[in-house]
C-alpha cells in the first residue's frame, strides 16, 4: 500500500470573484458530489484530491493535487498574497449569468501572476500586462470555468463554447461550462472530466518541470517580463 506521506503533492489556484461558485466547483472535483449551501469564504479554503497522472499508461501514478480555493470578497484583496507563493496551476471561475464575472478574470490573472513573479509589478499601471504572453513563457498551466449553467438559458441552448473574445481564447486555455451543483458533471468519460484530468497532468508536468530547472522559470520570468514590457495588450472583450 503507498503511504499518503509518499504522495508528491502539486497546487491549484481557483480564483474569480466572490458568488460565481469556486467552493461548490471544488467540493465538486474533491468529493464528486454537490454542495448546496457553501458559506462565503474567508482566506482560503483546503481541499485534496487524488489525481491519476497520466491514468491508463505505463507512466501512470497517483498525485495529490491540492486545491486552494480562495476567498472572492474584496475585503480580502491585501491579505490574500500569501496564497499565491508556491502554484503549480490556476482555474479562474466565473459565473455564466454576470457578464462583468468574467471580464474581472483578467484582473485575478494578475493579480496572481503579479504576485507569483515580482518582475512585471511595475507594468501594472500602464496596461502593457499581457497574460497570455506571460503566461506562455511560465507555462503555468490554465484552465476557465463558467459556473451556473443551469441558470443560463441562453448558454445553455447555444450549448457551444463560446470563447471568441474570451480570456480563455486569449491565454489559449481549455474552458468548461457547468452546473456546480450538479454531481454528475464531471463523471467519468465526459468531456468535461477528460479536460479537468488533462489540467492536472499539465500542472503535475508543470511542477516536476520547475523542480528539474530551479533557474528556468525565473530566466523566463525574466525574459516575459521584457518582452511584456514591449508590448502594449488588448482588452479581452
Ligand atoms: N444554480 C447554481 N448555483 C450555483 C452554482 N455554483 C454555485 N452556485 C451557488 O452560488 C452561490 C455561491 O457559490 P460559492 O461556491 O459559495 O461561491 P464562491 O465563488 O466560493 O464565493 P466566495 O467564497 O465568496 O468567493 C451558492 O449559493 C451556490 O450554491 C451552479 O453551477 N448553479
Ligand atoms: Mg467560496
Known amino acids: 500500500m503507498v503511504m499518503a506521506n509518499n504522495i508528491e503533492k ?5 480564483v474569480g470573484d466572490s458568488g460565481v461558485g469556486k467552493t461548490c466547483l471544488t467540493h465538486l472535483i474533491a468529493h464528486s458530489e454537490s454542495l448546496t449551501r457553501p458559506g462565503w469564504t474567508v ?7 487524488l489525481h491519476e497522472y497520466k491514468e491508463g499508461t505505463p507512466h501512470q501514478k497517483t498525485y495529490f493535487i491540492e486545491l486552494f480555493d480562495i476567498g472572492g470578497s474584496l475585503s480580502h484583496r491585501n491579505t490574500r498574497g ?3 507563493t508556491t502554484l503549480h496551476g490556476i482555474i479562474l471561475v466565473h459565473d455564466l449569468t454576470n457578464r462583468k464575472s468574467q471580464e474581472n478574470l483578467r484582473d485575478w490573472l494578475f493579480e496572481i501572476l503579479n504576485k507569483d513573479g515580482k518582475d512585471i509589478r511595475n507594468l501594472s499601471c500602464d496596461n ?3 497574460p497570455e504572453q506571460f503566461l506562455g513563457s511560465t507555462q503555468l498551466p490554465l484552465l476557465v470555468v463558467g459556473a451556473k449553467l443551469d441558470l ?3 448558454k445553455r441552448k447555444s450549448n457551444q463554447l463560446q470563447k471568441i473574445g474570451s480570456i480563455a481564447e486569449h491565454c489559449g486555455s481549455e474552458e468548461i461550462w457547468l452546473n456546480c451543483r450538479d454531481s454528475r458533471s464531471f463523471a467519468a468519460g465526459t468531456t468535461d472530466a477528460v479536460k479537468l484530468s488533462r489540467f492536472f497532468d499539465r ?5 516536476n ?5 530551479p533557474n528556468a522559470s525565473s530566466d523566463r520570468r525574466k525574459h516575459a517580463s521584457a518582452e511584456a514590457g514591449n508590448k502594449i495588450s488588448s482588452q479581452f472583450t
Request: proline letters at 0%; one cysteine or more.
Open 82 to 84: 500569501v496564497f499565491y
Open 10 to 14: 502539486a497546487r491549484v489556484l481557483i
Open 152 to 154: 443560463s438559458e441562453e
Open 203 to 207: 500542472v503535475i508536468e508543470k511542477k
Open 128 to 130: 502593457t500586462f499581457d
Open 43 to 49: 482566506g482560503c479554503n483546503i481541499e485534496v484530491k
Open 209 to 213: 518541470h520547475s523542480r528539474e530547472l
